[in-house]
Nanobody
Framework: DVQLQASGGGLVQPGGSLRLSCVVS????????IGWFRQAPGKEREGVSC??????YYTDSVKGRFTISSDNAKNTVYLQMNSLKPEDTAVYYC??????????????????????WGKGTLVTVSS
């Protein structure tokens, strides 16, 4: 049984940084694709980033600002978020992708494909 635990959210000023963590149990992060998603109030959940053994993905709005990485020894996936903007404010979730690699994260309903979810962590970017 796969379990994910996301953490690291908080309140940060525009231009600031946060690092989100997704601790995975029950599966090795080296053998599974992990996606980061976010959902702002009143909006659909969207794919932000993904990492697998073969590729990574970033949505256009975070390219150059966010970096996804994994630590196999800690079985944890990280999302380093720099130069944060108010529009990055959302609840962030991590999930396992049964596809096994990162594809179609720019599709509106890609989140429906994910098979295990962690509880979200709130990121608020505000002055």
């Amino acid at each position: 049984d796969v379990q994910l635990q996301a953490s690291g959210g908080g309140l940060v000023q525009p231009g600031g940084s946060l690092r989100l963590s997704c601790v995975v149990s029950g599966r090795s992060v080296g053998g599974v694709a992990i996606g980061w998603f976010r959902q702002a109030p009143g909006k659909e959940r969207e794919g932000v980033s993904c990492i697998s053994s073969t590729n990574t993905y970033y949505t256009d709005s975070v390219k150059g600002r966010f970096t996804i990485s994994s630590d196999n020894a800690k079985n944890t996936v990280y999302l380093q978020m720099n130069s944060l903007k108010p529009e990055d404010t959302a609840v962030y979730y991590c999930a396992t992708d049964p596809l096994g690699f990162c594809r179609d994260y720019d599709s509106a309903y890609v989140y429906l494909r994910m098979d295990s979810w962690g509880k979200g962590t709130l990121v608020t970017v505000s002055s």
